[in-house]
């Protein structure tokens, strides 16, 4: 069995307040996980996932501040798997959308330095007609979806993992 912490940010405003002294936007992401990771160091059935659905600032916010996460968790020693998700809530339909922008997940989220090469990204994909998973129907299943996100984790060399569905 495994324990993923994951920590419910999302980045929403770049301009908020942070909610907590750990907060993404008070510049303590970084030593949070630190923090974090160094008392589960040692515990291989503990995973590490930086941020869920980050949305509402520019990608290369998102990956400023998962980098520095990042960094915190092995700057504590822990070699376990890191979750990195992308902007825009970390649709895998989307992974290539500049819906905030450029550069988007695609051109900016393979750049995240891991000494380690111990990175999953993680993707979230519903099945429903805008793929946000708040309506009741389901559609058909269209492989699509997915392809884009599957064929950049190919190109890129990169460990995949669909978290929300």
């Known amino acids: 069995m495994y324990l993923m912490f994951n920590k419910l940010d999302w980045m929403e405003s770049e301009n908020q307040a942070p909610l907590n002294p750990y907060s993404s936007k008070g510049g303590h992401f970084k030593s949070f996980w630190k923090s974090l990771a160094s008392r589960y160091l040692n515990n291989a059935g503990v995973l590490f996932g930086l941020m869920n659905e980050p949305h509402g600032t520019t990608t290369q916010n998102v990956f400023d501040v998962q980098q520095a996460g990042l960094d ?48 999953v990204y993680e993707m979230h994909q519903y099945f429903d007609t805008d793929s946000s998973g708040s309506h009741e129907e389901c559609i058909k299943w269209d492989n699509s979806k997915m392809r884009t996100a599957t064929r950049w984790l190919r190109s890129n060399g990169k460990k995949g993992f669909i978290g929300e569905f």
């Open 72 to 119: 915190g968790v092995r700057e504590s020693g822990a070699t376990q798997p890191v979750f990195i998700e992308g902007n825009a809530y970390s649709g895998a339909h989307s992974w290539n959308s500049t819906f905030y922008g450029k550069p988007n997940n695609a051109d900016i989220m393979g750049n995240i330095v891991d000494p380690l090469n111990n990175v």
